[in-house]
């Protein structure tokens, strides 16, 4: 079983956290982008995917009005990090095929994320 998730909004890059002294944090955009994410998720799978220990197959197309800038392994991460944080993942070691893309062009931004369950020591 894919299922297909839309998220709507420039696509975000992650970023590394920052320190101010000794205090260290990620920027807020990330963290808000990660959560978008997540509640995107959710609110199209509830529990209606077999999940957490199960491994992936993840395909993202990143679609934007203008050229994104920053590294194409930091628009995943980002999303990645936001399949931890809706729970269909418990890590993003449980991905093993990734698929990345960049659509430039139109009038619409979103990142479509399509997560097709395999079964373990199979490629997608």
Same mark, same amino acid.
């Given at each position: 079983?894919?299922? /297909?998730?839309? =998220?709507?909004?420039?696509?975000?890059?992650?970023? !590394?956290? &920052?320190? @101010?002294g000794s !205090? @260290? $944090?990620?920027?807020? !955009?990330?963290?808000?982008?990660?959560e978008?994410?997540?509640w @995107?998720? &959710?609110?199209?799978?509830?529990?209606? $995917?077999? /999940?957490?220990d199960q491994l992936i *197959? #993840?395909r993202?197309? $990143?679609? /934007? /009005? &203008?050229?994104l800038?920053?590294?194409?392994?930091?628009? *995943?991460?980002? =999303?990645?990090?936001?399949?931890?944080?809706? %729970?269909?993942i418990?890590?993003?070691?449980?991905? !093993?095929?990734?698929? =990345? &893309? $960049? #659509?430039v062009?139109?009038d619409?931004?979103k990142? =479509?994320i399509?997560i097709s369950p395999?079964?373990? %020591?199979?490629? *997608?």
């Amino acid at each position: 079983m894919s299922v /297909t998730i839309e =998220v709507p909004g420039r696509p975000i890059a992650w970023a !590394r956290p &920052r320190s @101010h002294g000794s !205090r @260290h $944090f990620t920027p807020q !955009r990330v963290l808000d982008a990660e959560e978008a994410i997540a509640w @995107h998720i &959710r609110a199209k799978l509830g529990a209606g $995917f077999p /999940t957490t220990d199960q491994l992936i *197959a #993840v395909r993202l197309v $990143f679609w /934007t /009005t &203008r050229a994104l800038r920053g590294d194409v392994d930091n628009y *995943a991460k980002l =999303v990645l990090d936001g399949l931890e944080k809706s %729970g269909v993942i418990e890590n993003d070691r449980q991905v !093993r095929a990734l698929d =990345v &893309r $960049f #659509v430039v062009g139109g009038d619409t931004e979103k990142t =479509v994320i399509e997560i097709s369950p395999l079964e373990e %020591g199979v490629a *997608a």
